[in-house]
């Protein structure tokens, strides 16, 4: 049986400020808030990549590698208290 590949695909659509605030509601109920989010509602996020003198985490990406990883450090809110070391692995 051959394995299907598979890709990540995003559809984007226009709502108005009403639709906004009716989808905002009902994901309230059933959702979380996230954690690093502002009183306002809000929060920012700050990533640095790293790759190796190669380059090779940019060639993988341009030429489509399926198997790939990259690193970042990450913060939020401009709060350096607790910056993350993360590996992306994509699989």
Do not use: C
Not at 60 to 71: D, P, Q
Request: charge should be positive.
């Amino acid at each position: 049986m051959e394995k299907k590949e598979h890709y990540r695909h995003e559809l984007k659509y226009t709502i108005n400020y009403w639709q906004y605030l009716q989808l905002r509601s009902r994901f309230r109920q059933v959702m979380k808030m996230d954690p690093h989010t502002r009183a306002d509602g809000t929060y920012s996020i700050r990533s640095i990549y790293f790759d190796n003198i190669q380059d090779k985490a940019l060639r993988e990406k341009v030429n489509g590698m399926a198997k790939r990883e990259k690193f970042r450090i990450r913060y939020y809110n401009d709060n350096f208290e607790r910056i993350t070391l993360e590996k992306k692995d994509k699989k």
